[in-house]
């Protein structure tokens, strides 16, 4: 050894040296004897953040006057003094009240001068002592204290909480490094169980309030009680201490390991010439950017993203972020684009093959095919909105232009999205942000100008999240979406190059702002015409693919289909008449199957049996020229149908009641027509005052369905002139129309569904309003030679071709007021 560690180990000695001559002196200082009463008195040194317990020895730190004069006189006199700690350690000068009123019996040995001006002595705790009162405050606190006798003896359940408290103990010392091993030796060769615990509490560190809790307790049981409780407590906590440390430790090794591993990895492939995989990683996306034609916009920001991942730790938690979002700009299809094929017969074609009817939607992708052939270079795309009721096409249909087209399809459902976020994503702030779903869909379609269908545009909602509808004006704005801004990415998107197609059901829950921006076009409801054709074309043959009958041949009449279509479908598309065809092949697919005989040909007899009852029934027309019933007709979202009108006339004070689950615009068509015909009275042959004398019942079969609209107001005042003439209504006309007050006869809408609700029951005769004609275009030839069809402009028109000219029944008479007063005088007398 060198001359340093030879002074080092003088210096260490000398320290030993000196603290067991202060150690020595503390023992040499007797106790306090007490009186009979076991009464000592002694000076005071207050304690303050620290409690001391008996048989302990511990350093305390001095800087009050009245403390360093204590212990100055009471090693003067080698004596003790009385250790007392206050309650609340920030008081400077404590009274009687700020003390515990357990203290402990101490000796003190000589002051020594701190660096920083204090004074600390080394004190030993003798035994514990309850304060009985304060003889003096000043200069130095003094008191009289009885002497606390502790039981030196421990029973067998004293012994048995012993051992539990010195595992605890032991456990605790494994856990917690601040404690020395030698503790548990010291701890195993203590006896008295109150010592024990004052050694355990002084050894551990509880805190101040649980020491002080300690200090009070007198009973030794009591007091290694409460320490098995803390000592199990405070291992709990080591443990779980120990836990996490551990698991830290283990995730800082890893991390070091692997950073060993990278940096060898890294130095192997530099003396092998391929260079660090990180830095090969980031020059690969580098190079992509440069390769992938992106707008500067794009390339700029791509570029500054890949600086900010070069000067990163491979790995940082923010390099997936940033890898991920630099991925997102490299899938988008900035400038892919799908060559068009603008041969309009060709889609012509296509669009007759895969659908039939559609007249006005095929005209429109047939024009813009036209357009786009003869000026290729238009940039602005039509924004079209496919409207109708569920299942006549509108999807189908955006799958056939995009075919037509040669474009990519993509379609977006909205039904049930709330979310403004939804369409145009999240910001990158947010933990697992992604792009909106327009530019999601975009990425999978992989191009520039692919057909984007959007679904269901009418099922959008809105909450506290916002309103994804006013999302959607940016995207289907011609004027806006060549720059369309997502959060997540926050660059401008050209979205003008996309042929958009929307879809809806109603246009209702459309927002203004966005419906104004669409190109609408209606899909009207089939009408049985069109869908026995679409049966015999697409549904038919399709079912006998899907259900193995392409070799058995099997037919199915047109009065088969005719049954189907009105006995057990109910529907303006055809889903459900291809499910009832469905269920017609798999039961004939099954008695194929089974080795039964099965029909070749599917007749209207033998349809009941496979698909039982009639689930349908068509309103069935009047059998004779009735008085006070009209047959009007109505349009309902499923097609066309026979509405009857029946009115009833009672005496009563001129109320008019209608029945039926009315709407409130069909019941005010029955006040207009009311007023009309109380217009026309003296020219129809009424008699005025008969509408004074008179209750009026106007009812609408089948009740539980509700009605509304305009167009039932020829048809009432047809059946209310009809029961207050006495003339019938023709059985074979059905009419529909708006009446005003003055008579004039005024458009309606659903003409064709109308038309042909006529001619699919029986009648003869349909009266329209004039301005109704331009609808007849929509309406089969067959069904128009059938059918004798009158435009009228008045009601007068309506009532000489609805109304027979002479009488069947006598007009209703109201008793006269003359007649009711002879009657009541012929009852007086």
């Not at 003088?10 to 030993?16: I, P, R, S, Y």
């Not at 020594?112 to 405050?137: C, H, K, N, W």
């Not at 020229?625 to 499923?638: F, Q, S």
């Not at 009424?686 to 004074?692: A, G, L, R, S």
């Amino acid at each position: 050894m060198n001359q340093n560690d030879w002074s080092l180990q003088d210096e260490e000695e000398a320290f030993n040296l000196a603290l067991s001559q202060r150690t020595d002196e503390l023992y040499r200082v007797p106790n306090l004897t007490p009186d009979e009463d076991g009464v000592i008195e002694a000076l005071v040194l207050p304690l303050r953040d620290m409690v001391i317990f008996p048989h302990m020895v511990t350093p305390v730190f001095v800087a009050r006057q009245a403390s360093m004069l204590a212990i100055q006189e009471a090693h003067s006199r080698t004596r003790t003094v009385i250790g007392l700690t206050q309650r609340n350690p920030e008081i400077e000068e404590p009274g009687p009240k700020d003390f515990l009123p357990i203290g402990v019996e101490i000796a003190v040995g000589r002051l020594l001068s701190m660096p920083d001006g204090s004074s600390s002595a080394l004190v030993q705790g003798r035994r514990r002592v309850e304060i009985l009162e304060f003889t003096r405050l000043e200069p130095v606190i003094k008191v009289r204290a009885r002497v606390i006798v502790a039981l030196t003896k421990a029973d067998r359940q004293t012994q048995a909480l012993m051992r539990s408290v010195l595992d605890l103990f032991d456990r605790c010392i494994q856990l917690d490094r601040s404690i020395p091993e030698e503790a548990h030796l010291f701890a195993l060769n203590i006896a008295e169980p109150g010592w024990l615990s004052d050694m355990i509490a002084t050894a551990v560190s509880f805190n101040f309030e649980e020491r002080q809790a300690l200090l009070q307790m007198t009973d030794p049981h009591e007091r290694l009680k409460h320490i098995n409780k803390l000592l199990a407590e405070e291992v709990d906590v080591l443990e779980l201490e120990d836990e996490i440390h551990s698991r830290v430790q283990n995730e800082v090794d890893k991390s070091q390991r692997e950073f060993y591993l990278r940096e060898q990895m890294k130095a192997i492939q530099t003396e092998l010439g391929e260079g660090d995989i990180w830095t090969r990683d980031v020059n690969e996306l580098r190079q992509k950017i440069e390769q992938a034609h992106l707008p500067e916009q794009a390339r700029v920001t791509a570029l500054k993203e890949i600086e900010r991942l070069n000067q990163m730790p491979p790995m940082a938690p923010e390099v997936g972020i940033i890898r991920s979002y630099i991925d997102w700009i490299l899938d988008l299809p900035w400038s892919t684009l799908t060559e068009d094929n603008l041969d309009v017969k060709h889609a012509a074609r296509i669009l007759e093959r895969d659908h039939y009817g559609l007249k006005k939607a095929k005209e429109r992708i047939l024009e813009y095919i036209a357009v786009r052939s003869l000026k290729p270079k238009k940039e602005r795309q039509p924004i079209l909105c496919f409207v109708g009721p569920p299942g006549t096409g509108k999807t189908s249909l955006g799958r056939s232009i995009s075919e037509a087209l040669g474009r990519k399809f993509v379609r977006l459902s909205l039904g049930g999205v709330r979310d403004e976020a939804e369409i145009r994503g999240h910001r990158r702030t947010y933990i697992g942000a992604l792009p909106g779903r327009i530019i999601q869909t975009m990425r999978r379609a992989a191009s520039a100008n692919p057909l984007f269908m959007l679904d269901e545009i009418d099922k959008l909602g809105s909450d506290f999240r916002g309103d994804p509808a006013a999302a959607l004006l940016e995207v289907l704005d011609p004027e806006q979406n060549h720059a369309f801004s997502d959060h997540y990415l926050d660059l401008d998107f050209d979205l003008s190059k996309v042929m958009f197609v929307t879809t809806a059901n109603t246009l209702g829950p459309i927002p203004p702002a966005l419906l104004d921006r669409l190109e609408v076009i209606e899909f009207p409801g089939y009408i049985e015409e069109e869908k026995a054709i679409i049966a015999n074309r697409f549904l038919i043959p399709r079912q006998l693919e899907e259900n193995g009958l392409e070799e058995v041949g099997l037919n199915f009449d047109p009065q088969a289909l005719q049954r189907i279509i009105r006995e057990y479908t109910y529907e303006a598309g055809v889903r459900n008449l291809e499910r009832e065809i469905g269920r017609v092949c798999r039961k004939v697919a099954r008695w194929k199957a089974e080795g039964k005989k099965y029909p070749e040909q599917i007749t209207a007899a033998v349809i009941e049996k496979f698909l039982g009852p009639p689930q349908f029934f068509e309103t069935e027309t009047e059998r004779q020229n009735e008085v006070g019933v009209a047959a009007g007709l109505a349009w309902t979202e499923n097609g066309g149908e026979i509405m009857f009108v029946e009115v009833a006339i009672l005496d009563g004070k001129g109320n008019l009641q209608m029945t039926g689950q009315i709407g409130d615009v069909m019941q005010e068509s029955g006040q207009a027509a009311l007023t009309y015909l109380r217009s026309r009275a003296t020219i129809l042959g009424i008699d005025p005052d008969v509408f004074e004398r008179l209750d009026i019942h106007m009812h609408l079969p089948e009740g539980a369905i509700p009605k509304d609209g305009p167009s039932a107001g020829i048809t009432l005042c047809s059946a209310l002139i009809s029961a207050f003439t006495g003339r019938p209504v023709y059985k074979e006309v059905a009419m529909t129309g708006e009446i005003t007050l003055r008579g004039r006869v005024l458009p309606v809408g659903g003409v064709r569904e109308k038309v042909m609700a006529a001619h699919r029951a029986g009648l003869k005769t349909v009266i329209i309003p004039e301005r109704n004609l331009k609808d007849l275009v929509d309406i089969p030839k067959r069904a128009r030679d059938d059918l004798k069809i009158l435009p009228v402009k008045h009601m007068d028109e309506v009532v000489g071709i609805a109304i027979a000219p002479e009488l069947v029944a006598e007009p209703p008479r109201p008793r006269r007021r003359q007649d009711e007063s002879n009657g009541e005088e012929d009852v007086n007398e």
